[in-house]
């Protein structure tokens, strides 16, 4: 019988111009016809998909419009031929295509939270990047995961940590799951540096290279607060349980201290490359897509506790995760929205934390919320912090 197990397995990759999109390409050609690229999506990116879609020959594409679609049909002229849908409707088909097993959702933002859902419900592996999916509705994304076949496996690098290192592991033997921070380039700032500090410096990430929104919250740490509200729904452990610490070289990823006081962790040189190929390779490793991490020429290992005073954006996304129901789409929402003014000069960083805490007050919570009412909440907050940052902004 012809092995069903040498079939390739096909993939869908949403997102698929990004950094995590275009790693994940790099990684299915390197494995030789194992993998299959059957459907992607970018945004607007019409030239980089054609470049992808030439390449990989899906069978299908997605774009935000209609005007991105067109753009596509001229760069993929001659190159590629196929299906090309749009829209939220385009998401939601190639996120349930069939003959895939396995959808990578790389999309940036509330619109990858959709296509995830749908992904579980349509039993596939769904390996996540997308942060906003488990910040803005955990409840519904590991629900839909439990009523399916569907598998969620974490794309980032802290929580494919954590997935290591808990693996054959039961819950009760867990103490405490600990995720590293880099502390970014802001972490010797003073308070006062802090309020003065201008978006190129807020940009210059020491040890990884990603996308602007996702490094300035790096660098107020409101990223890392976001992480772990996805660890608490990825592995069923509660806020109590959950700690930071900052580690600038970014070699541990994460740690897991057992009842029993021992610590295991995850170390691997700072590349995306590693968790993504995880995700895709689970439960087996595949080898190496980079050279291995020689610990004897990484220089020493730091670790300390995160400054709350400094950095309060942590202690926010804590809170807001901790509240739950509407409150993390809420922080997350007034977030990108006053990471967007602080990066176009219209307030300065420390107003990133104010604005958190005054749309948060403003909110009125939804305890356990479906995903229109999560949407609702993610629009409302953007207008609240769009106030904010105006307001903060006339007055400066
Ligand atoms: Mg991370």
Redesign the pocket.
């Known amino acids: 019988m012809p092995g069903r197990r040498d079939d390739p397995r096909g993939i869908v990759i949403l997102g698929a111009t990004g950094q995590i999109g275009r790693l994940t390409l790099e990684l299915i050609s390197r494995r030789g016809g194992e993998l299959q690229v059957r459907a992607l999506a970018a945004r607007r990116n019409a030239t980089g998909l054609a470049a992808a879609a030439a390449r990989f020959q899906p069978a299908a594409v997605a774009l935000a419009d209609s005007a991105a679609a067109d753009r596509f049909r001229q760069a993929a002229e001659g190159r590629w031929r196929g299906e090309i849908l749009v829209g939220a409707e385009g998401l939601a088909t190639l996120a349930a295509w069939d003959d895939a097993e396995i959808v990578v959702n790389a999309m940036v933002g509330a619109a990858g939270l959709p296509p995830s859902l749908v992904a579980l419900q349509a039993g596939h592996r769904l390996a996540l990047a997308n942060k906003e999916s488990l910040v803005i509705a955990g409840a519904l994304v590991m629900q839909a995961a439990a009523e399916s076949t569907g598998r969620l496996l974490p794309i980032?690098?802290?929580h494919s940590a954590l997935l290591q290192c808990l693996s054959g592991r039961s819950r009760e033997e867990i103490a405490r799951l600990i995720l590293t921070a880099s502390g970014g380039p802001l972490r010797g700032h003073s308070a006062g540096a802090l309020a003065r500090v201008t978006p190129a410096e807020a940009l210059r990430h020491p040890t990884w290279e990603m996308g602007p929104r996702i490094t300035i919250d790096a660098a107020t740490l409101f990223?890392k607060g976001m992480?772990l509200i996805e660890a608490h729904w990825l592995f069923d452990v509660p806020f109590e349980r959950l700690g930071v610490w900052v580690h600038p070289q970014s070699i541990v990823h994460a740690l897991v201290e057992f009842r029993d006081g021992a610590l295991l962790a995850h170390l691997s040189a700072p590349d995306m490359r590693l968790p993504i190929q995880y995700a895709l390779s689970h439960p087996v490793r595949w080898p190496a897509p980079i050279p291995p991490c020689d610990l004897t020429r990484a220089g020493p290992l730091g670790f300390e506790a995160p400054d709350a005073t400094r950095f309060p954006c942590l202690r926010i996304a804590q809170e807001a995760g901790r509240a739950g129901g509407t409150a993390p789409a809420v922080a997350n929402a007034a977030d990108e929205v006053l990471v967007v003014a602080f990066l176009s000069r219209r307030v300065p960083l420390t107003a990133i934390a104010t604005g958190l805490e005054t749309v948060l007050g403003r909110h009125r919570r939804v305890a356990a919320p479906s995903l229109e009412q999560i949407l609702a909440a993610d629009a409302w907050a953007r207008e609240e912090a769009e106030a904010y940052a105006h307001d903060l902004g006339a007055r400066t």
């Open positions: 980032d690098s802290e990223n992480e």
